[in-house]
């Protein structure tokens, strides 16, 4: 201060000041215009007006914050360097503050001018591109930095790029990551991109907010949709740019990028995508999945598929096939490739018939059905839970276990699929069978030595296999204590029990039939929708024509348009796929809301897989769904492609909005304790105080009898036990509550805990009509589990009673 120095006047400005006009100076030191003509001043002045995209301009940094560099370049013309603009590598990016300090002279390429805002946007790159190619230009939020006058152009990141990004999500489960790359363009790294080699848990390490080097592998753009840009984070791609040799890649830890690439009988790696009934999808890389039947996942029998193969597992196995055409890989995890198996089963299924009645035993139970293995064959067949029996069943667990020994009729066989279809029923089978030891009761004693259908039992003794075909005779219906009538040598003598089991028959053999009407008319209507899916499953449209012709003939039909959007983003359309669910929405009838509501639900799962972001999409999706369709059920079903998905966060985040939105709906408050029960979480009792605050009294007792029985499953079952046991306390008399309580700890098992509570429950002083039902099941229970003893003892007490 105080220095002489020389400066010419470049302009002049008159401002009006408390004591009238002054005027304010713009001066300039800089020497190379003290040798022109104050016409050459005036143009040199007026060049520092004139940039163009892609040209060179220098300047002084004068700020530095988290993502921009502020730097000036002219007295007239500020510029902005972006972050993920200035480096690739991400020890440069972290340490941003230290790379340049206010003064520093800086020299970079002009991506954009804003001659309205004076403001350049700069970047490090040496890639320019017009910025119609990348962004949409109206979702910038800063959209009026790129209006140019003369040029309209911005960054371009073309395939093959080394960019430094930031992470912005960690996708949850094989999600992979979602990383920035520019101001408002995101890409994402497939799971299968996070590492060279195939490694446990490849997410592991990484974190929001991150910087990482990143290589651009494909940039997609869909009509008037957003960008997709693919990026991997593998080193062996990187390091050509590090002057590294690629470490040499075997076939076992190789991405294939197309199915000419794979051949049979070759050892792959991939990460387990999804897990279903029928097998399981593998990712080998960002653009091939492989499918893995149900039988060629183990050597031996996996009994519960999703448990043992969990979404993200590291799998090696081998390829069985590779259609390029349809896109579809077969990959097996089997180490023994013998097929003399396959060869008698074939042999098996040759004589196997519809309307056979076959001896089995149960291999498993699922909560849809028993698989049964077909004595004394290899084949194993499945019986439905609708064929199960003529009257209506929610819990199989309760009449059989695994080991079993049950008959059967064969209702279908299918050789190329390799499947048998069982049924159980009365019915079907002509006679009764005691469920409550497990087990079938036959008539050893058939007429003439013939099975019900008048032919004699026979032997299949071809192959070196046996087929046995049992009979079973037709008996009363079951009684209310299960007490057999051919076993009944203690209570010959009884007269008065004879006559109540007289009683009890003709009462329920009357009520049997109305059931059965019904049962009947529900099952018919049930083959009918079976039949018509099993035919357009068996002859699925191959092409885009096939299935229009098929969507005019059935144009409410949301399992016909489901399956074209399937078809669609098998061949990776995905802007095709989003089209068929906007026409679908458009054409079923306004009145068939479950058809419109499936097609919204098959749009939900679409945004989640193939959104950008899939968050965002999901949610705008649902947004509009809102509009058409019931909200508690449509909010019911985001909460179940939630929770199918493994995103506990959003699962929670969604319950939260739906106990407000509906405190009056007993089944959302059931799913929100169910959802806490499965994530161990404490908060449970605090959950179940506000569900009674909010429900109404009339739905209580049923609230906390489903909470009951979801901590039994679930939780603790002295929790369980204490909720029964309060709703005992003022409901002593609800034989509905004591069979529910009962059929729990039966489940767990404890025979001391489960006979305290049959006392209990028997000694109760109710109508010997309603103390019937706690008889009979205390009676099959001591016929499963007790001795002649304790069945003796539970008879005595009937008769008291």
């Known amino acids: 201060i105080g220095e002489l120095l020389k400066a010419q006047i470049v302009s002049n400005t008159r401002l009006l000041g408390k004591s009238g006009k002054t005027c304010h100076w713009e001066l300039s030191a800089r020497p190379s215009l003290f040798a022109g003509t104050k016409e050459g001043t005036q143009a040199q002045i007026a060049e520092d007006l004139e940039y163009s995209v892609g040209g060179s301009v220098r300047g002084y940094v004068v700020k530095v914050d988290s993502e921009w560099v502020w730097i000036t370049v002219s007295r007239n013309m500020m510029a902005r360097l972006f972050i993920l603009d200035s480096s690739c590598e991400p020890t440069e990016l972290n340490d941003l503050q230290k790379r340049y300090s206010v003064g520093q002279a800086v020299e970079a390429r002009i991506l954009s001018v804003d001659k309205a805002k004076k403001l350049l946007r700069l970047t490090l790159r040496q890639s320019l591109f017009a910025y119609n190619q990348v962004f949409n230009h109206q979702s ?19 395939q093959g790029d080394i960019v430094g990004g930031r992470i912005k999500k960690v996708m949850p489960a094989v999600g992979g990551l979602l990383v920035q790359i520019g101001q408002h363009l995101h890409g994402k790294v497939h799971y299968t991109e996070l590492a060279d080699m195939w490694i446990l848990h490849p997410l592991s390490g990484y974190q929001e907010g991150q910087f990482v080097k990143c290589k651009v592998l494909e940039i997609s753009r869909s009509s008037g949709g957003p960008v997709h840009v693919d990026l991997s984070l593998r080193a062996s791609l990187l390091a050509h740019e590090s002057n590294i040799p690629p470490a040499p890649m075997d076939s076992c830890n190789k991405r294939f990028e197309k199915f000419d690439d794979l051949q049979p009988d070759m050892e792959v790696q991939g990460y387990v995508k999804n897990v279903t009934a029928k097998g399981c999808f593998l990712m080998l890389s960002r653009v091939i999945d492989a499918r893995i039947l149900l039988s060629n996942l183990s050597d031996g029998f996996v009994v519960n598929p999703a448990a043992e193969f969990p979404i993200g597992k590291l799998v090696c196995g081998k390829v069985l096939s590779v259609d390029a055409s349809s896109k579809r890989v077969d990959v097996t995890l089997r180490t023994d490739t013998s097929t003399k198996k396959s060869i008698i089963d074939v042999t098996v299924f040759n004589k196997l018939h519809v309307g056979d009645v076959i001896s089995g035993q149960i291999r498993r139970i699922e909560p849809y059905g028993l698989f049964i293995t077909i004595l004394p064959t290899n084949v194993v067949g499945l019986c439905h839970i609708s064929e199960f029996s003529d009257d209506h069943v929610d819990n199989i667990d309760t009449y059989y276990k695994a080991g079993d020994k049950v008959v ?24 009764d069978r005691d469920i409550t030891n497990g087990k079938t009761v036959h008539d050893e004693e058939a007429v003439g030595g013939k099975t019900p259908n008048g032919h004699p039992p026979v032997d299949l003794l071809e192959n070196g296999y046996t087929v046995i075909l049992e009979t079973a005779q037709t008996r009363a219906s079951v009684l209310p204590l299960q007490v057999s009538l051919d076993d009944s040598g203690a209570l010959e003598n009884d007269e008065a029990l004879s006559r109540t089991v007289a009683n009890v028959v003709d009462v329920v053999s009357k009520k049997n039939d109305k059931r059965m009407k019904k049962k009947a008319k529900e099952e018919r209507e049930m083959e009918i929708a079976a039949s018509e899916k099993r035919y357009l499953e068996k002859d699925t449209p191959k092409t885009v024509d ?16 489901i399956k074209y959007m399937a078809f669609m983003l098998s061949l990776a359309d995905v802007h095709k796929a989003r089209e068929i669910a906007e026409r679908a929405l458009r054409t079923i009838n306004i009145r068939d809301e479950g058809e419109k509501l499936n097609v919204w639900i098959a749009y939900f799962n679409l945004e989640n897989e193939y959104g950008n972001p899939p968050e965002e999409s999901v949610k705008k999706t649902f947004q509009r769904a809102l509009q058409y369709c019931d909200p508690k059920k449509l909010h019911l079903a985001l909460l179940g492609m939630y929770e199918r998905t493994a995103q506990p966060k959003l699962a929670n985040e969604l319950l939260e909005k739906m106990v407000k939105k509906f405190k009056n709906s007993c089944k959302v408050w059931i799913h929100y304790v169910q959802c806490l029960l499965k994530q161990q979480n404490d908060g449970v009792q605090s959950i179940v105080n506000r569900a009674l605050l909010s429900l109404p009294r009339n739905k209580h007792i049923k609230f906390i009898t489903q909470t009951a029985i979801l901590e039994f499953k679930c939780g603790l079952p002295d929790r369980g036990r204490s909720l029964f046991e309060g709703v005992l306390r003022e409901y002593p008399k609800r034989i509905d509550l004591w069979s529910v309580y009962l059929d729990q700890e039966i489940r767990l098992g404890d025979s001391e805990v489960i006979r305290s509570l049959f006392e209990r429950a028997t000694s109760l002083n109710l109508p010997p009509k309603r103390m019937k039902t706690l008889f009979k099941k205390y009676l099959e229970y001591e016929m499963a589990h007790g001795d002649d003893e304790r069945i003796e003892h539970v008879k005595r007490k009937a008769l008291e009673a």
């Open 546 to 561: 096939e299935f229009e012709k098929l969507v005019r003939s059935s144009p409410n039909s949301s399992f016909v348009w």
């Open 140 to 158: 910038c939020e800063d959209g009026e930095e790129n209006k140019l006058s003369d040029v309209n152009g911005t960054e371009c990141i073309f």
């Open 408 to 431: 059967a009729k064969i209702l279908k066989v299918d050789e190329d699929k390799q499947r048998v279809s069982l049924g159980m029923k009365k019915s079907y089978l002509g006679g």
